[in-house]
T-cell receptor, first 113, second 114 residues
Framework: DSGVTQTPKHLITATGQRVTLRCSPRSGDLSVYWYQQSLDQGLQFLIHYYNGEERAKGNILERFSAQQFPDLHSELNLSSLELGDSALYFC????????????FGPGTRLTVL | GNSVTQMEGPVTLSEEAFLTINCTYTATGYPSLFWYVQYPGEGLQLLLKATKADDKGSNKGFEATYRKETTSFHLEKGSVQVSDSAVYFCALSDLNTGGFKTIFGAGTRLFVKA
């Protein structure tokens, strides 16, 4: 158990809908990272927050947004969902920058029908 | 930009065989390098890391040496077990973003047969 929790574990929804994925980092970790893992794209970095502030953006679509709250938990919002958004979404946390080890949660499997 | 290239899988080995998974990188400066492992149905977990040239990371019988001259960080294990079957990811910290972004390779799936 990495100490990072993600909810829900599975999510099935329809095209055009909006969903929210939630991540709670390890106690004391200030950084939260979001990744998308799909069969054809591998593990893609989406976005990084540090202590409530956005610090780096990767291949995140405009339909996706994220935030980190004062209690350090983070949410990833996915809207106008398309079939191609079906993937595993991982959250990871670390104490500071990614020079440190990242601790990954178990992931949320999103299926868009 | 920075990138990580690792050998394509799947790699299939018999128990007690020697394992090498190649990883090369392109980066400015001296990034930290990592190997992560993902077991079936789980998230990634750090296997080992190296933060400067000639450093050797090691864990659970796995080893990798940070080779600046060949920009490589190959993963090796002398004798694999069935329980090592997993997907292995090579990764680096992207210094261009102040270390806040980690770039992962595509992953190499390992199957170990009894």
């Amino acid at each position: 158990d990495s100490g990072v929790t993600q909810t829900p574990k599975h999510l099935i929804t329809a095209t055009g809908q909006r969903v929210t994925l939630r991540c709670s980092p390890r106690s004391g970790d200030l950084s939260v990272y979001w990744y998308q893992q799909s069969l054809d794209q591998g593990l893609q970095f989406l976005i990084h927050y540090y202590n409530g502030e956005e610090r780096a953006k990767g291949n995140i679509l405009e339909r996706f947004s994220a935030q980190q709250f004062p209690d350090l938990h983070s949410e990833l919002n996915l809207s106008s969902l398309e079939l191609g958004d079906s993937a595993l979404y991982f959250c990871a946390s670390s104490p500071g920058t990614s020079y440190n080890e990242q601790f990954f949660g178990p992931g949320t499997r999103l299926t868009v029908l | 930009g920075n990138s990580v290239t690792q050998m394509e899988g799947p790699v299939t080995l018999s128990e007690e065989a020697f394992l090498t998974i190649n990883c090369t990188y392109t980066a400015t400066g001296y990034p930290s390098l990592f190997w992560y492992v993902q077991y079936p149905g789980e998230g990634l977990q750090l296997l080992l890391k190296a933060t400067k040239a000639d450093d050797k990371g090691s864990n659970k019988g796995f080893e990798a040496t940070y080779r600046k001259e060949t920009t490589s960080f190959h993963l090796e294990k002398g004798s694999v077990q069935v329980s090592d079957s997993a997907v292995y990811f090579c990764a680096l910290s992207d210094l261009n973003t102040g270390g806040f972004k980690t770039i992962f390779g595509a992953g190499t799936r390992l199957f170990v047969k009894a």
